[in-house]
T-cell receptor
Framework: DAGVIQSPRHEVTEMGQEVTLRCKPI?????LFWYRQTMMRGLELLIYFNNNVPIDDSGMPEDRFSAKMPNASFSTLKIQPSEPRDSAVYFC????????????FGPGTRLLVL | SQQGEEDPQALSIQEGENATMNCSYKTSINNLQWYRQNSGRGLVHLIL?????REKHSGRLRVTLDTSKKSSSLLITASRAADTASYFC???????????FGAGTRLFVKA
């Protein structure tokens, strides 16, 4: 298996623009997680899905952030409009079965909002 | 506040030496996991220890768990330069839903 795939790997955009991050989880994994990592706040869970259904989005910073999982092999995290404080590395991870088991992380998307 | 907090924040050792990192957490847990993150990469799962286990080994890694003290340690024996990375503990509180990662320990192994 290719592992969790994320695109793009790097994104530079200007404040106010829409940003869409993409993730393909490992085939057969039931759980998908979106994290954000910054020096100041460390690794934060934004939202997670189980069988394509959002279970907990309490970590989503504000209404500018939205996430979807239209099918078992694809998820998006959208920021609209983007702000400089959204600059971070965004990781997608997936896990098999229970939420408390091993998570497999993608390589991340490094986002810079100017 | 963080559920899992690693100690030390940073550690620098010589190749061949052992590295010990500690993690403390606040609430009861089902299991505790350790992950490694190389610079510019995603996290990689190293080992999972369940709450009813006290010690677990995987290659050069040894993890202990003391639920009475709510702490865990990760020992890397005979360290190599390739072990240079950040190491994170991760917990899910008993009855909880979210995996919570600590701030991490930055390990630097000098060749």
């Amino acid at each position: 298996d290719a592992g969790v795939i994320q695109s793009p790997r790097h994104e530079v955009t200007e404040m106010g623009q829409e940003v869409t991050l993409r993730c393909k989880p490992i085939s057969g994994h039931d759980y998908l997680f979106w994290y954000r990592q910054t020096m100041m706040r460390g690794l934060e869970l934004l939202i997670y899905f189980n069988n394509n259904v959002p279970i907990d989005d309490s970590g989503m910073p504000e209404d500018r952030f939205s996430a979807k999982m239209p099918n078992a092999s694809f998820s998006t995290l959208k920021i609209q409009p983007s702000e400089p404080r959204d600059s971070a590395v965004y990781f997608c991870a997936s896990s098999l079965r229970a939420r408390q088991e091993t998570q497999y992380f993608g390589p991340g998307t490094r986002l810079l909002v100017l | 506040s963080q559920q899992g907090e690693e100690d030390p924040q940073a550690l620098s050792i010589q190749e061949g030496e052992n590295a010990t990192m500690n993690c403390s957490y606040k609430t009861s847990i089902n299991n505790l996991q350790w992950y490694r993150q190389n610079s510019g990469r995603g996290l990689v799962h190293l080992i999972l220890i369940r709450s009813n286990e006290r010690e677990k080994h995987s290659g050069r890694l040894r993890v202990t768990l003391d639920t009475s003290k709510k702490s865990s340690s990760l020992l890397i024996t005979a360290s190599r330069a390739a072990d240079t990375a950040s190491y994170f503990c991760a917990t899910v509180p008993l009855g909880g839903f979210k995996t919570i990662f600590g701030a991490g320990t930055r390990l630097f192994v000098k060749a």
